[in-house]
């Protein structure tokens, strides 16, 4: 039996490590098979040496992440768990990033400024295991829980592989909530602000003037929703991205630009929709009308896959909290004018 002790005096840095109801702990007990303890601001762990020594370098890296960004998550847990050697246990809960339950296991081979890609949740794995399963992929989530970056990742790990001959990334032209007005400069500066959520996701896997010199060969492109009409994509990697934002008639009509040997990813987050008052997304419309297609990869992601920074969590999680108690109270009174206005009371409700 081997023991390690880590001292944590700062109460807030404390609660960030351990997380909601010590659930980083026990994901760190469970990857490593130790136990772990805390007492008066010393972190004590025990159980195999190879084990404690591993999950020592977990947590120090951990508390190092907390000190520089002020947060971590559930997946930045097992993340460096898996980086200073845990092996997942059989029937845990946990798995190697880049696999889900029958998969591959294998992470994106992208290796870029000293990383590699790689999900970070359980959600990302089975994410990513969609996308190469399937030559159709709808994901829906909540901000900063990776469905572009992973689309586009997983592109470009195909374009070096030689499976494809080029990416195009595709996104709606929709203002969010605001009127820009008049925008100046050529097509391609009106253009930018709208596609450049997709340049950054490029940028971070592939080097400036390389991404450039691919794009000026047209081997990956970036264009606006309404440039695919008309079509037809072959050998490519096709990924449309805020798809929330499209009509019934886009979303069909970006869907049949498909060609031979191609696949597409469709990500979308259906809490933040830009679209007219009454007006049905696309997004929403072709996950009902093709749910019973099999060929066809539905991914739902939710707020324990956000790995941007630890209060992107918090913030989703207080939205959501509060749009359910608004509908709640929605709910309540309608049911309370109905019965007010009904002399037979609920009796009359259920005709």
């Known amino acids: 039996m081997t023991e390690a002790t880590l001292t944590v005096s700062a109460p807030e840095e404390l609660l960030q490590l351990f997380g909601p109801r010590d659930q980083h702990l026990r994901i760190l007990r469970q990857l490593f098979d130790v136990t772990i303890t805390h007492r008066n601001g010393r972190v004590r762990i025990a159980g195999e040496g190879d084990n404690v020594n591993g999950a020592l370098r977990a ?7 907390i000190q520089k960004q002020g947060g971590i998550a559930g997946g930045d847990v097992e993340t460096a768990a898996l980086e200073e ?6 029937g845990g809960k946990s798995v190697k990033p880049g696999a889900s339950a029958g998969a591959s296991g294998e992470d994106i081979q992208i290796r870029h400024a000293g990383r590699r890609i790689r999900p970070r949740t359980r959600g990302q794995a089975r994410y990513v295991d ?3 399963e399937h030559d159709l992929t709808f994901a829906t989530g909540p901000a900063g829980c990776g469905k572009t970056f992973l689309a586009v990742a997983t592109a470009v790990e195909a374009l070096k592989a030689g499976q494809i001959r080029k ?3 595709v996104r709606p032209a929709v203002e969010a909530g605001e009127s820009l007005g008049f925008l100046p400069g050529d097509l391609r500066a009106k253009l930018n602000p709208y596609l450049r959520p997709l340049l950054d996701a490029l940028g971070e ?3 400036y003037d390389r991404a450039r010199e691919l794009m000026e060969q047209e081997t990956i492109e970036v264009i606006p929703l309404a440039y695919m009409r008309g079509r037809t994509l072959n050998d490519a990697f096709i990924i449309l991205d805020e798809a929330q934002n499209t009509t019934i008639a886009q979303m069909k009509m970006f869907l049949t630009r498909m060609g031979e040997r191609s696949k597409m990813v469709v990500s979308g987050d259906a809490t933040q929709l830009d679209l007219p008052r009454g007006v049905t997304s696309g997004l929403h419309d072709a996950l009902r009308r093709l749910s019973r297609i099999k060929a066809i990869g539905v991914v739902r992601l939710s707020g324990e896959d956000i790995v941007r920074h630890a209060l992107v969590q918090r913030i989703v999680e207080a939205y959501d909290d509060d749009d359910h108690s608004v509908s709640a109270r ?4 309608k049911v309370r004018v109905v019965a007010e206005s009904n002399p037979n009371g609920e009796e009359a409700l259920d005709r």
């Open 85 to 90: 050697g845990a092996q997942p246990r059989d």
């Open 130 to 132: 969609a996308i190469r």
């Open 167 to 169: 990416i195009v990334l």
């Open 205 to 207: 896997m592939v080097d």
């Open 330 to 333: 929605q709910r309540r009174g």
């Open 59 to 65: 947590l120090e890296k951990l508390r190092h992440k």
